[in-house]
């Protein structure tokens, strides 16, 4: 094992690099030469780019859990999942690309997944069948995913080109009709204001579903 690189420094640095770098230029070898070691001394701690994933994902959902701990478990259960929502967006927004990291990856500390449990109990004590709370915490989780994944990159490219996203040029290359499409275009807000409404139609789903 390389002297000084521990677990938790190596997703530090990974996290570092992702900001600096994003997704596609996170890899072993690029996380190895950041810490000035050659890649398979990494391979103690992760065996390939998956692997370096989940334990970003991991560190991240650890913070999410520590930041719930102090705001939920004395409301009901529609603002533990909003509270829960947020917190788990704000955490994304942190990163480049921090929506992506968590996509297909898979925990590799059995204490984060076992912090589902209060939650899954809270839901089941609301009247939920275990079966529906479980898919209660899913759906929140894959919106907030989607949501931050599509903010993230839309920021990313604008940036890029600020013109991207022009509702002037959009309008002029949809050329006649297509008034509602236009309309809605002009309508759209993003952020927290598009993020709370559309988790509340999320979560009015939700309540209304039978259990």
Do not use: C
């Not at 002297?3 to 570092?16: N, P, S």
């Not at 992760?46 to 989940?54: G, I, S, T, Y």
């Not at 929506?99 to 997944?113: K, L, N, Q, W």
């Amino acid at each position: 094992m390389a002297k000084g690189i521990t677990r938790e420094r190596l997703v530090r640095v990974a996290l570092e690099l992702l900001n600096e770098k994003g997704m596609d230029a996170l890899t072993v070898r690029a996380l190895a030469s950041r810490l000035g070691v050659g890649a398979p001394a990494l391979y103690w701690h992760v065996r390939n780019k998956q692997e370096l994933l989940d334990e970003m994902s991991t560190f991240v959902m650890r913070r999410v859990i520590g930041a719930l701990s102090a705001i939920t478990g004395g409301a009901g259960w529609r603002d533990d999942m909003a509270a829960y929502a947020r917190v788990l967006r704000s955490e994304y927004l942190l990163y480049r690309d921090g929506a992506r990291i968590f996509s297909g990856t898979r925990f590799s500390d059995p204490e984060v997944v076992k912090a589902k449990e209060p939650w899954l109990g809270r839901l089941t004590a609301a009247g939920f069948s275990l079966a529906a709370a479980d898919d209660a915490i899913d759906l929140v989780t894959a919106f907030v995913v989607g949501f931050v994944i599509e903010e993230q990159e839309r920021g990313q490219s604008a940036g890029a080109d600020p013109a991207r996203y022009s509702l002037a040029g959009r309008d002029a290359w949809l050329g006649e009709g297509a008034d509602l499409v236009k309309a809605a275009g002009h309508l759209r807000d993003d952020g927290d204001q598009r993020f709370e409404r559309q988790l509340g139609v999320l979560l009015d789903g939700l309540a209304a579903r039978p259990r």
